[in-house]
């Protein structure tokens, strides 16, 4: 888990309600059913109207990217590359069948399997380099789900707070009437401009940047694989892979 992202979403939250109570406000305060309506409902509405359907089912996959981000061990990953150029020189590029057959990750596995296949080295990088951008793409644009929401959450805020206010003015004969709108007027706009700055914007660059992590380890595998293919030695390949190290 990224703990990270966990005390980050809790401490914003705890800091805005902590501070409503701190005013002498309370938390009921803060909870309307009809701006929660407005403001999260036209919000999802308008993002599923930009976003295409392939673009929404991948947003809703990697959300959980935000507190469980895969995995990119690079240490361990160059030391994978190591161990398959040694097996390369020693026994030829066909000795590492059997690696590639207990290969987990997908994208290490293909290149692999072109190793063996005695494909050229501009073949394996046309190849990958296909997969590596159509997928780093592909999570870019899912990430912007979260991003379309975030910039129109405040702005659904701001309609929310308008029809409060009409309903207010409808009502200046009842003074009982007044308070509900007033309430949807005020809450409406806190929930669009909270949700975009607390929770959208942020879950949005979170997985933007867990997306580039993931982009970084392919390339790291890429240029090792072709390095391979080039029969490099496995020492000036150590070398030019510790350039991916953060």
């Known amino acids: 888990m990224d703990m990270l992202s966990l005390i980050g979403l809790v401490m914003a939250f705890v800091a805005i309600i902590g501070g409503n109570y701190l005013e002498g406000g309370h938390v009921s305060a803060l909870m309307n059913g009809p701006a929660a309506l407005i403001v999260f409902g036209g919000t999802f509405g ?6 295409p359907v392939s673009h929404f089912k ?9 507190l469980f981000p895969p995995y990119a061990d690079l240490p361990s990953a160059i030391n994978n590359v190591i161990g398959w150029s040694m097996t390369a020189r020693k026994d030829g590029l066909l000795g590492l069948e059997a690696v590639a057959e207990a290969e987990l990750d997908p994208y290490a596995q293909k290149g692999l399997q072109l190793l063996v296949d005695g ?8 190849i990958l380099e296909v997969d590596l951008y159509t997928q780093e793409d592909r999570d870019l644009q899912a990430a912007k789900f979260y991003e379309c929401m975030g910039g129109y959450a405040p702005t659904i805020g701001i309609i929310g707070a308008v029809m409060g206010l ?3 003015m409808g009502n200046l004969a009842d003074p009982s009437q007044l308070g509900t709108g007033i309430a949807v ?3 409406a706009t806190i929930y669009g401009i909270g949700s975009a ?3 959208f914007l942020p879950v949005a660059s979170k997985i933007k940047v867990t997306v580039l992590r993931q982009s970084r380890y392919r ?3 890429l240029e090792g694989i072709l390095s391979i293919a080039e029969g490099e030695n496995p020492r000036s390949i150590e070398l030019k892979l510790q350039g991916f190290m953060e």
């Open 58 to 66: 991948r947003a809703i996959q990697i959300v959980s990217w935000v």
């Open 185 to 187: 007027a005020f809450v």
């Open 219 to 221: 390339e790291m595998l």
């Open 46 to 51: 308008a993002a599923l109207l930009q976003t």
């Open 166 to 168: 009409i309903h207010v």
């Open 197 to 199: 700055n607390l929770l």
């Open 119 to 126: 494909m050229e080295s501009e073949g394996i990088r046309s």
